[in-house]
């Protein structure tokens, strides 16, 4: 596939200035990948209503774009045999499950696949609660299952980053956004991501802005609520510190490109491998998927810490095929890759919106735009 032409550059970027002259949000960034190499990097707007100019090194919240960076830890582990995708969970944290229950029957690819049955539990409503750890670990072992393991396809919002989180470090003896950054986030340079701010870190974050929506679809109590409300309490540098690997994850568009341009290329990226090309298949493959999601009440098709094209609602453009796989946070961001052209894009934004129209909406204008201008240049 050819790289993008000044003219299809120039047309892309006068379509992500229209995205900000018109209001969608205060501040974004838009990077993209050809096979290896960075096409674009684009930042306009300001990090707030009354921020600074936004710059391709401004980090943002990046909500559920998190969880597949939490994943490809627990995916680095699997590479190193030290975990299966079908080991249980109590195989390597006991106090998960009482042993002989329906709860210890739940599965490695079962969490990465958001069939476990544990897609909702009382923590999800404390985010109060999220700094700490071990209180959240400790609710997640006295929490019910919510449908039979392996039965329902239901998007596990919260609870996916904490079961991979905890696996993690129950595995690798150390915390996810530790091995995060050993395993992914600095083997491909990623400098300006992270799983949460580390105490050294500046809490220099965009504020995030819940926007009024312009032509809902949906009521806003339908399923995961408000926008504006479930976003409020990461504007709080509380928050901001925190683990929370299905949704605190802090970062650029740039290092999301990156991170899916090497997945694209089966793990490997301009001589640097973070995982098998083996294990990219097994994480990026169609393992479970549903006209209705449990939680999310829409089609959705999941790998095992990604989620797919081919359903109406992907956010991954209106031309992209069903192999193309990535994942999107909560109205504002959005990663995919495509590995048979080599394409890698991300979006992200402070302005949040409503996810099941006006952020589908903005980010496929931009994927087509991007998808047709190296189509032509073809």
């Not at 030290?82 to 229950?101: C, Q, T």
């Amino acid at each position: 596939m050819s790289r993008l032409e000044p003219a299809a550059r120039e047309r892309i970027a006068a379509l992500f200035d229209r995205h900000l002259e018109v209001g969608l949000h205060h501040g974004a960034q838009l990077a993209a990948f050809v096979d290896g190499e960075q096409v674009l990097d684009l930042a306009g707007g300001t990090t707030g209503p009354d921020g600074g100019e936004t710059t391709p090194e401004t980090r943002h919240v990046l909500f559920s774009s998190t969880k597949p960076y939490a994943a490809a830890a627990l995916h680095a582990l699997v590479d190193d045999g030290a975990l299966a995708y079908d080991d249980r969970v109590v195989d390597h944290w006991p106090e998960f499950a009482d042993e002989g229950s329906e709860k210890a029957a739940v599965t490695v690819r079962q969490v990465l696949s958001h069939t476990a049955g544990l897609q909702r539990s009382d923590l999800d409503d404390r985010p109060d609660l999220w700094p700490d750890w071990e209180r959240v670990i400790e609710g997640l072992e006295d929490a019910d299952l919510v449908s039979t393991p392996g039965e329902q396809v239901a998007y596990h919002a919260l609870t996916f980053g904490w079961l991979v989180g905890e696996l993690v470090r129950r595995v690798a003896g150390r915390r996810v956004e530790t091995v995060a950054a050993e395993r992914v986030f600095d083997p491909l340079g990623m400098a300006d991501t992270g799983i949460g701010l580390r105490e050294h870190e500046p809490d220099d974050v965009a504020t995030l802005v819940g926007f009024d929506a312009f032509d809902r679809c949906r009521d806003p109590d339908e399923g995961l609520g408000d926008n504006a409300a479930v976003a409020a309490p990461f504007n709080t540098e509380a928050i901001h510190r925190a683990v929370v690997p299905a949704a605190n994850g802090i970062g650029t568009a740039r290092d999301m490109a990156r991170f899916y341009a090497c997945l694209a290329n089966g793990g490997e990226l301009g001589g640097t491998r973070i995982l098998s090309a083996s294990t990219v298949d097994a994480m990026t493959a169609l393992e479970a998927e549903t006209d209705d999601d449990g939680t999310l009440s829409r089609p959705r098709r999941y790998g095992l810490g990604v989620y797919k094209g081919g359903t109406a609602a992907t956010p991954f453009g209106s031309l992209a095929p069903d192999r193309v796989f990535g994942h999107a946070g909560l109205g504002s961001s959005v990663g995919w890759a495509d590995p048979e052209t080599g394409v890698a894009l991300s979006y992200v934004t402070n302005g949040v919106r409503d996810g099941s129209y006006e952020h589908v909406a903005r980010v496929n204008a931009l994927a087509d735009a991007v998808r047709l201008a190296l189509s032509d240049g073809a």
